[in-house]
């Protein structure tokens, strides 16, 4: 009798011994299944069709306006995206609209001075209408620096100024206060009425508003 009682404790150990090994497999097998499910999901999630490329995530076009935005280059260096990776002497160059405006710059040695500054408004005349300017004092004024140097720093205002701050009236860097009315997408600046053909154009540096006269101190 004694036998078999302990001939059955001992059957009775073996068996829970062989279940609590088979619950052990099973719960290593679920955590390894799980572990690899959640691999398999953060891999999925950093799939690479769910990151955009820097070209799909830029449209520095995105908040301008104007008529004038219409003859800004789609692409390259002188357009809305191309503008937006420099400086602001630097992007105007680019620009095929701005070129009378960069020799003027360079004229009057201010291209360091646009580039490095930090936050600026930029009016920028496009070439018509530095055409409007007689060719003879347009000569006078790209051979006298110290009057261009005038000219040209009376179309910068410190900080960039979005759409909503414009009107009103801004200290340029030529030390005059430049005024500007409208509002929505309708601007004249200066008291010539220079009229904004393509505004909130970004740099890496400034906001620029293309014109279509040159402003006078």
Do not use: W
Not at 36 to 54: K, R
Not at 70 to 95: K, L, W, Y
Not at 155 to 184: D, K, N, R, Y
């Amino acid at each position: 009798m004694n036998r078999s009682i302990r001939r059955t404790s001992g059957l009775a150990a073996l068996a829970l011994t062989a279940t609590l090994g088979l619950a052990a497999c099973s719960s290593d097998s679920s955590d390894s299944d799980a572990s690899g499910s959640d691999e398999s999901t953060s891999m999925s999630s950093e799939s690479p069709s769910d990151t955009s490329s820097p070209s799909d995530a830029m449209d520095a076009g995105a908040q301008t306006f104007g008529a004038g935005c219409s003859a800004i280059p789609a692409d390259g260096g002188g357009s809305f995206n191309g503008m937006a990776t420099e400086p602001v002497a630097t992007a105007a160059s680019a620009n095929p609209l701005l070129k009378t405006l960069v020799t003027a710059v360079g004229e009057a040695g201010l291209v360091d001075t646009l580039n490095s500054a930090e936050g600026i408004t930029v009016f920028a005349p496009t070439d018509d209408a530095f055409a409007q300017v007689p060719a003879k004092d347009l000569n006078a004024l790209l051979a006298d620096k110290p009057a261009l140097t005038s000219v040209l720093t009376y179309h910068v205002v410190p900080g960039q100024l979005t759409p909503e701050q414009l009107a009103g009236t801004h200290e340029t860097l030529e030390g005059s206060e430049l005024m500007i009315e409208g509002s929505g997408e309708d601007f004249t600046v200066g008291s010539g009425g220079a009229s904004v053909l393509c505004g909130n154009i970004p740099t890496a540096n400034a906001t620029v508003y293309v014109i279509d006269s040159v402003l006078m101190p």
